[in-house]
Every structure is written in C-alpha cells, then in structure tokens.
C-alpha cells in the first residue's frame, strides 16, 4: 500500500488500475445475462471478466437529449454481439407482454438502479400498481422477473434503501423484500463499504443477491448470512465483537407480511428505526438480519495509489489560488444563523468539517455526481500536489477510484464523465459476487 508521500504512483493516463486491481483467473463460463439501468457498463465489466455472457443490455436517460452513457456503453459492448437497447425499459417490456418482442433467455438478471418510493397503491397486472411515479424502476424489474424467471438476481443500490421513507422506516425495502419472495427467490443482502475490501474508495451500497428454487429447510437463514451465502462467501464477514458463530439463534427475527397493500401502509409504522440491519436472508417470509463487519486480511489501497503524476494533469484541475478561501470556507465547520428562504424562518445552520486536502493515504471519499466542474464545492475531492499545488481530480482518477480501465467515459466533457462516475459501481465487487453467482450455477440445478 503507498503512503501519504506516494502521489503518482500511476504514471500517465495511459496506466491502468487492473495493475492494481488484477481480475482473477477467469471462471467456467457463468451463463447468460440480462441487464438492466446499465450505465456506463460497471456491472458487465465486471461479470465478464469472471466468465458471464451479457446477451441484452438496457439503458435509458429519460431527462437527456444526449444518452451519454448509453453512448459509452455502445462503445465497448457494441461488437459483441448482445442486444443493448437505448429504450424506456418500460416501453420494451410492454411490447414484450404483447408478444411483439423478446428480451434473450438468462441465467442472471443485474441492475443499479435509484433508490425511490415504491408504495403500492393499490394491486395491478404483476403488482406494480404505484403512489406516484417515483418507484417505477423497481417494478420493471419486478415485471421482468415474472416474464423470465431467472435462476439468480444481482441488484445495487444506495444504502439508505434499508431505511426508507423517512415517515414508515424500511418500508421500501419490505416491499421489495416481499415481492421477490413471492417469486420465489431466496434473498440475501449486505451492505458493502468497498474500502473494507481493499479498494480505494468509502463507496457503501447495498448489495442484493436472489436465487430461485433454494429449499429454505436445508439451510438456517444466519448459516446462510455468516457461512453459506452467495455474499457470505464473495465478501466475507464475522458478527461484530467476533461472536461465536454458534451462539446465533436459528428462530427468524420477524416475517414478512405476504399482503403488498398491507406492507406499504403499515410497516415502519411501530418504530422510528428500520427494523434491517446490515446484512440479511429472507427464506420464505422469514427473515433473519444482522450487523456484520467485512473479514478481509488481503492489500489494500489509498486515493494515493491511483493518482497521476502531477506533470500529466492537466491545467484546468488546478484550483486557482484566489478560489482557495472558498474551498476551505465551504468545506470547514460551519455554525451560522441563517433565514429560510421560503418562511422567513430564522435558524441555526451546524454542519461538521471534511478534510482539505483529502488525504492521500487513505481510500478516497465516496465520488458523487457533482464530482466534476471548476467551482468550489464542499464535496468534491480536492488534493495537494507534491509542488504544494492544490487540484481536483481528473476524469481518470474517477474511473480508476471506481476500478474502470483508464479513458472508459472518453468522448464525454469532464463533467459529465464524473456524473457518471457518480452514478457507476466498484467493479471489482462485482467480480468477487460474479465469481460465486458462476460457482453457483454450474453446481446447483434451479427447478424450472
């Protein structure tokens, strides 16, 4: 691991981080993949590297005239012969249900995707009658699961997920919960910083693995959560303290309301806290969750591992020095009195400090959307050059914090190669679940 001094250990853009982060031998062949919300492709680099076939790809920007990431997507996947659609996934599976059209046959089916309010309304064709707009994702992937029944399912998302909506904690997560249950899924989940695992970001999601056909009398849901699990053996973890594993009850923690409409107005209703920790299986509509920590010995690296040479970044990522004051204003601690717009309310604005610099010996802070762009911000990395120069990070610096070989988003402005950055995954995380989802498919046969 390099240290604090190490800036630059990469040497041009042209380095790439698999020298860091090397891809394991490649798997068996791990079968065929459908994804979904695909980005700039985080999720099938990743797969593929480790042995699966990607034979349909979807990615849609409803609020862009410039599918920028669809467009980056193209460009590596584009001669491979999948199917890659930049559509409305919802359009494409309308036509599916009609008949018009068909999505491959798969083994997994992956996604990121936003994390959304996913109330029910009311119960409509395949359950995805909704309260507004906002939780339409989830249920296209709810659709494309009752159409093709994959034997696996491999999902991202944002960690507040666990405990949203503020006003009914961990109800969404319920809902979701519930409804692949219905389908007949097995379904485990971990919340994954990254950094716990040797990569050079504080990146924290939550990991979602479902398998189809698993007999739930065969294994306890803690054997599966601490031992046995897909992610329990992709991402190892023991019980905080280092319990004894044998000291865990076997009896489920609670069980999930079958009825949809009754989860979406009533759960989170009895406590201000989700009820989900930080990892979880539910077998059936049994549900065992707990607090674990990352069991991880192997090297790992710092934002200082993957930085350029400060004589290959270019001019414009250096922050001028009468912006200086700004940057150290906006991410200092804060106690001011300030009046609400909107009110004319007076109040009292806290806000904590974060490092300025970042520091280089360290993994990297987690990379927003608003990464990108000349302004002074309180969230965007900003570090300190050997020549005491101060600078953002580069488009290459981003791809590489996230695991992407270096000039993966080229043909994009900066900005927007951050944004999507922003919006990608840590590659190398899903080359560690793709691994044992591969194991898995060639040992365990899914009943049709």
């Known amino acids: 691991?390099?240290?604090?001094?190490?800036?630059?250990?990469?040497?041009?853009?042209?380095?790439?981080?698999?020298?860091?982060?090397?891809?394991?031998?490649?798997?068996?062949?791990?079968?065929?993949?459908?994804?979904?919300?695909?980005?700039?492709?985080?999720?099938?680099?990743?797969?593929?590297?480790?042995?699966?076939?990607?034979?349909?790809?979807?990615?849609?920007?409803?609020?862009?005239?410039?599918?920028?990431?669809?467009?980056?997507?193209?460009?590596?996947?584009?001669?491979?012969?999948?199917?890659?659609?930049?559509?409305?996934?919802?359009?494409?599976?309308?036509?599916?249900?009609?008949?018009?059209?068909?999505?491959?046959?798969?083994?997994?089916?992956?996604?990121?995707?936003?994390?959304?309010?996913?109330?029910?309304?009311?119960?409509?064709?395949?359950?995805?009658?909704?309260?507004?707009?906002k939780g339409v994702l989830w249920w296209q992937i709810h659709r494309l699961l009752t159409i093709s029944r994959p034997p696996f399912v491999f999902l991202e998302n944002v960690d507040r997920l666990l405990k949203s909506p503020a006003t009914q904690r961990g109800r969404d997560f319920a809902i979701m919960l519930t409804s692949l249950s219905q389908l007949g899924y097995v379904v485990e989940w971990r919340v994954v910083n990254a950094a716990d695992y040797g990569y050079p970001q504080r990146r924290r999601r939550v990991f979602i693995v479902a398998r189809r056909g698993l007999d739930g009398d065969l294994l306890r849901g803690a054997d599966m959560l601490y031992k046995e699990g897909i992610l329990a053996r992709a991402l190892p973890v023991v019980p905080p303290d280092h319990e004894p594993l044998f000291d865990l009850p076997a009896s489920p923690d609670r069980f999930l309301d079958d009825d949809l409409v009754r989860t979406s107005d009533t759960f989170g209703l009895e406590s201000d806290r989700s009820p989900f920790h930080n990892s979880g299986v539910v077998i059936g509509r049994a549900v065992w969750t707990r607090q674990v920590l990352a069991d991880f010995g192997g090297p790992k690296t710092v934002l200082g591992d993957i930085l350029l040479k400060e004589s290959h970044?270019?001019?414009?990522?250096?922050?001028?020095?009468?912006?200086?004051?700004?940057?150290?204003?906006?991410?200092?601690?804060?106690?001011?009195?300030?009046?609400?717009?909107?009110?004319?309310?007076?109040?009292?604005?806290?806000?904590?400090?974060?490092?300025?610099?970042?520091?280089?010996?360290?993994?990297?802070?987690?990379?927003?959307?608003?990464?990108?762009?000349v302004s002074p911000s309180?969230?965007?990395?900003?570090?300190?050059?050997?020549?005491?120069?101060?600078?953002?990070?580069?488009?290459?610096?981003?791809?590489?914090?996230?695991?992407?070989?270096?000039?993966?988003?080229?043909?994009?402005?900066?900005?927007?190669?951050?944004?999507?950055?922003?919006?990608?995954?840590?590659?190398?995380?899903?080359?560690?679940?793709?691994?044992?989802?591969?194991?898995?498919?060639?040992?365990?046969?899914?009943?049709?």
């Open 378 to 448: 309180r969230f965007k990395h900003v570090v300190q050059t050997p020549s005491g120069r101060f600078r953002r990070l580069t488009p290459v610096e981003l791809e590489r914090i996230n695991g992407f070989p270096d000039g993966w988003t080229e043909g994009m402005t900066p900005g927007k190669r951050a944004f999507c950055m922003g919006n990608a995954l840590v590659v190398g995380l899903v080359e560690r679940v793709g691994r044992v989802l591969a194991e898995e498919l060639a040992r365990v046969t899914i009943p049709a």
């Open 313 to 373: 970044v270019p001019d414009e990522f250096f922050i001028p020095e009468e912006q200086l004051k700004a940057w150290r204003y906006l991410k200092g601690a804060k106690r001011e009195d300030r009046v609400h717009k909107a009110s004319g309310t007076q109040y009292c604005y806290n806000e904590g400090p974060l490092p300025f610099p970042d520091p280089v010996d360290r993994p990297a802070r987690t990379v927003l959307t608003a990464e990108g762009g």
């Open 1 to 133: 691991m390099q240290t604090a001094g190490a800036i630059g250990v990469l040497d041009s853009p042209s380095s790439t981080p698999d020298a860091l982060f090397p891809p394991e031998p490649v798997a068996p062949h791990g079968g065929c993949v459908v994804e979904l919300f695909a980005g700039v492709g985080g999720f099938r680099l990743g797969l593929e590297r480790v042995g699966w076939n990607v034979v349909f790809g979807n990615q849609w920007e409803p609020s862009t005239r410039v599918q920028h990431a669809f467009d980056c997507y193209d460009r590596h996947f584009g001669d491979s012969g999948s199917e890659d659609v930049n559509e409305d996934i919802a359009l494409v599976l309308d036509a599916v249900e009609r008949g018009e059209r068909e999505i491959p046959q798969h083994d997994l089916l992956v996604g990121g995707f936003p994390c959304q309010d996913y109330s029910v309304a009311k119960l409509l064709h395949q359950a995805h009658g909704l309260q507004g707009k």
